[in-house]
């Protein structure tokens, strides 16, 4: 099976901030790496797949880049409605989600 | 516009059954592969399992190989979990999502039910 690790666990930053969150998988899944945002008591809700590919109508301060086993999501400049946590995933070989990176408010 | 209504969740004793629906409108059922997510109180994601577009072949997590099966009804848009030997650790809220449809073989997943919640008493 594939694990994959997010770091950090948390991370407290302030509007305006550039935020990087780092994901790794146990072996190279090429570039088949989605991220998710999720906010308390709402759906996850897809930003990125492969590795660095926008989904429709998320904000331009999101990028995704990295292949093989290490990945990293970049909100460039944080807005209040970012605060929420963010899943990477891996879908090379079935599913796997990282743990999670909750980004509160500094 | 896309919906995915999922039902079926509940209280269940441990070691007993349950069986989760999801009702998909919106967009052409068949031809997407379709997943189960769940996610426990305060917890992750969790991937569960997943089905093609045909319903012939399944995948399942190890943490519930053999207890849980997947199934779908093309006809009335349906996606199923029928889950046995049901076990404290399978309390979560159980989201079906679809596949984006970006490439075949490699399955995102873009919409999401609001999820029902399966409580497993001990």
């Known amino acids: 099976d594939i694990q994959m690790t997010q770091s950090p666990s948390t991370l407290s930053a302030s509007v305006g901030d550039r935020v990087t969150i780092t994901c790794r998988a146990s072996q190279s899944i090429s570039r088949w790496l989605a991220w998710y945002q999720q906010k308390p008591g709402k759906v996850p809700k897809l930003l990125i797949y492969q590795a660095s590919s926008l989904e429709t109508g998320v904000p331009s301060r999101f990028s995704g880049s990295g292949s093989g086993t290490e990945f990293t999501l970049t909100i460039s400049s944080l807005q209040p409605d970012d605060f929420a946590t963010y899943y990477c995933?891996?879908?090379?070989?079935?599913?796997?989600f990282g743990q999670g990176t909750k980004v509160e408010i500094k | 516009e896309v919906q995915l209504l999922e039902s079926g969740g509940g209280l269940v004793q441990s070691g007993g059954s349950l069986r989760l629906s999801c009702e998909a409108s919106?967009?052409?059922?068949?031809?997407?592969?379709m997943t189960w997510v769940r996610q426990a109180p305060g917890k992750g994601l969790e991937w569960v399992s997943a089905?093609?577009?045909?319903?012939?072949?399944?995948f399942y997590a190890d943490s519930v190989k053999g207890r849980f099966t997947i199934s779908r009804d093309n006809a009335k848009n349906t996606l199923y979990l029928q889950m046995s030997s049901l076990r404290a650790a399978d309390t979560a809220v159980y989201y079906c999502a679809k596949d984006a449809g970006y490439s075949d073989g490699h399955e995102v997943f873009d919409y999401w039910g609001q999820g029902t919640l399966v409580t497993v008493s001990s």
């Open positions: 089905i093609d577009r045909s319903g012939i072949n399944t």
């Open positions: 919106g967009f052409t059922f068949s031809t997407y592969l």
């Open positions: 995933q891996q879908y090379n070989r079935c599913w796997t």
